[in-house]
């Protein structure tokens, strides 16, 4: 007796059962309400989910056992008597009247199908004995109810409940119970969208032989198909869950009703020339409501899902900059700062508009959006430590390769996704914290991570609240989104991301494939898009904003950004290169332009004087290729120059 223990174990060792089609499972996602959404089949094709009997009305456990197997609970896999049934009746009547197959012999055969034979017979045999050894009668039933076959690519209870009445197993009926037994003796004759009388005919003959108790419930109506496959409304998010190794059922937060509005108004909104949108919406706890990564517009890559695709932000990280220049105590939202042509080592910057408007405050600069003095605040801050700062957030930011972070990040020079960017101003509503997004349903609590204090989140909030809306829109009150616009460097990204209540939308539109799209821009592009959406929203909570008057309390430090002092060359750039000699023998003169000191200023190139009437832009016209010296004094006699090279 021992040498045969010793023997089959070492036969369960040698020759374990496959179970890989156990272990490959679909992906069937829930909107909020546990209405299907998406789905994605496992990577055999089939729609299969990993199914307990807990999880099963047990009036179809009962049932099943009543006709496929009264005595599994006894036997070790195989069911003497049933064989010798089948098998006397075989004898008796020349053919096969009862198979004699126990569940754990069924098991066997779905885990890996094979042909009906003697031999296969003999093989499920030993296969449900060592199943039943290995997982136990319970586990064998969790198995079979995983792989019963349910007609078409349907397997297991789970699924077939789902896909084919619209609910769970647990809520079976009497007539969806014995549907789902005698489909799985005979998936394909009787599959009920195309033979409903044969698969009618069937489930009545089963109920039939049933005790009326117990099976049938009083009034029961006749079982009613649902869909018999999922539908397509989140192919983003079904992507990203299965990208995360995600499987079987799975409910997310996303509304289904709001998915649906927000595609339809994609559907009616004319996207960027060539071009698609893509739309985020998510609740103040991080929890995602809607999910459109395209808007299904015929374009080069336009099949790519945008909202975790690396784009250039434009000016829509300027809240995060002012934010942690308040939060370091170096500006306040009055603080006078000056918005005219600087350079910074050899960056220099311009507004959009080429134009600059002088005197001006924080305030003022990031609700009009002027590059120049968000530039000054990430100079002071110091473009490592913003960058660091998002990152230990959890907002994902993208370099070109083989760069550090630089001032150019304040106008867009770098890729973050719409993902990170909605996180990002999920945080502001959050008084400063950042939560990781997430589709989990019910809301799962997350630890978060500070990214700017309370009180700078608030001040930034009241003035996102009054930036200049989009054209045509009038929102007062209750109604009023704090929003930021952003367009990316040669109008290949429009940016809206807004906040009002309980909700932070984030809209994004071009190309794809990175081309630009003249013409377009985060004011002009995007934010109408942005209202349009959050019209649809539902009213919930207020947004914290700083109401204190500000200017009163500042201290003389913040009052205004003190500047650098004496004159600076903007243009040229020292140690620069400058092209103005063309082959056609045509001269370019080279524009000259300072900042700080004193007015007026006086130029020397190559120490020579430049006589340049007052009023005039100075400009200087080389008279051959070659180094120069550029010079410049302020009426106080304090200096700068630089060297460039003419080509």
């Known amino acids: 007796m021992l040498c045969l223990a010793g023997g089959l174990l070492a036969a369960d060792r040698l020759l374990p059962p496959d179970m890989s089609r156990a272990e ?22 089939a729609w299969r989910f990993a199914t307990k009997r807990e999880a099963v009305d047990p009036r179809y456990l009962a049932l099943l056992l009543q006709v496929e197997d009264r005595r599994f609970w006894v036997h070790p896999g195989v069911d003497p008597l049933s064989l010798l049934r089948a098998s006397f009746q075989l004898v008796t009547r020349g053919h096969i009247v009862s198979g004699g197959s126990t569940l754990a012999m069924q098991t066997a055969r779905l885990l890996t199908p094979h042909r009906h034979s003697l031999r296969g017979k003999i093989f499920d045999m030993l296969r449900g004995v060592q199943l039943e050894w290995r997982y136990g009668r319970r586990g064998v039933f969790d198995l079979y109810l995983t792989l019963a076959p349910e007609s078409r690519n349907i397997e297991g209870i789970r699924a077939a409940s ?10 079976l009926g009497s007539e969806e119970s014995a549907l789902l037994i005698v489909m799985a003796r005979h998936p394909e004759s009787l599959r009920p969208d195309r033979h409903p009388q044969a698969a009618r005919a069937a489930v009545a003959r089963l109920l039939a032989t ?33 990208r995360k190794g995600v499987r079987g059922v799975f409910q ?62 434009g000016s829509a990280l300027k809240p995060a900059i002012y934010g942690m220049a308040f939060q370091l105590g170096l500006l306040a939202p009055d603080t006078i700062i000056q918005d005219r042509a600087s350079h910074f080592g050899g960056y220099a910057p311009r507004n ?30 110091g473009a490592g430590y913003f960058a660091r700062t998002l990152e230990a957030a959890g907002i994902g930011l993208k370099l070109p390769p083989n760069t550090s972070p630089s001032l150019a990040l304040a106008l867009g020079g770098v890729g973050i996704t719409p993902l990170d960017l909605s996180r990002l101003y999920v945080a502001f509503a959050n008084q400063g914290v950042s939560r990781p997004l997430s589709l989990d349903w019910p809301v799962e609590p997350a630890p978060g991570a500070r990214l700017i204090g309370a009180r700078a989140s608030r001040q930034i909030l009241s003035i996102l609240g009054g930036a200049p809306l989009p054209k045509g829109r009038v929102v007062t009150g209750e109604d009023r989104v704090a929003f930021k616009t952003g367009t990316s460097y040669g109008q290949r990204d429009a940016w809206a991301a807004g906040l009002r209540g309980d909700w932070t939308v984030i809209v994004w539109g071009g190309r794809p494939d990175g081309t630009a799209v003249p013409g377009i821009t985060g004011l002009g592009t995007s934010a109408p898009l942005m209202m349009h959406v959050f019209d649809i929203l539902p ?44 082959e056609d ?37 080389p008279d051959g ?12 006699g304090a200096g700068s120059s630089v060297d460039i090279r003419v080509q």
């Open 24 to 45: 490959k499972q679909a992906l069937l996602m829930q909107d909020m309400r546990g209405e299907v959404l998406d789905g994605r089949v496992s990577p055999d094709g």
């Open 162 to 171: 789902l896909l084919w009445f619209g609910h769970e197993p647990l809520h």
């Open 210 to 242: 049933q005790p009326a108790e117990g099976w049938v419930r009083r009034g029961a109506m006749p079982y009613t198909l649902h869909i018999g496959h999922a539908v397509h409304e989140a192919p983003g998010p079904l992507l990203w869950q299965w």
């Open 252 to 313: 997310t937060s996303i509304d289904r009703r709001l998915q649906g509005s927000i595609a339809g108004i994609l559907r009616d909104t004319p996207p960027p020339a060539g071009g698609t949108w893509a739309v985020l919406v998510a609740r103040r706890d991080g929890s995602i409501a809607a999910w459109q990564g395209n808007a299904g517009n015929d374009c080069s890559g336009c099949a790519a899902d945008m909202i975790t695709a690396w784009r250039s932000p």
């Open 352 to 381: 959009y508009d080429r134009i600059f408007h002088g005197t001006t405050t924080v305030r003022t600069a990031l609700q009009r959006s002027y590059n120049l003095p968000a530039v000054r605040a990430l100079d002071m801050i």
């Open 539 to 582: 009213e919930s909570g207020t947004l914290p904003t700083d109401t204190m008057p500000v200017q009163a309390t500042l201290s003389p430090a913040l009052q205004k950004l003190g500047e650098k002092r004496g004159p600076q060359i903007v243009q040229p750039v020292n140690g620069g290169r400058v092209e103005c000699f063309a």
């Open 585 to 621: 023998g045509h001269v370019t003169p080279l524009g000259l332009i300072a900042s700080g000191g004193v007015e007026p200023y006086r130029w020397l190139v190559n120490g020579v004087p430049l006589d340049t009437p007052i009023g005039i832009t100075p400009s200087w016209t």
């Open 625 to 636: 290729p070659g180094f120069a010296h550029i010079a410049l004094v302020d009426a106080t």
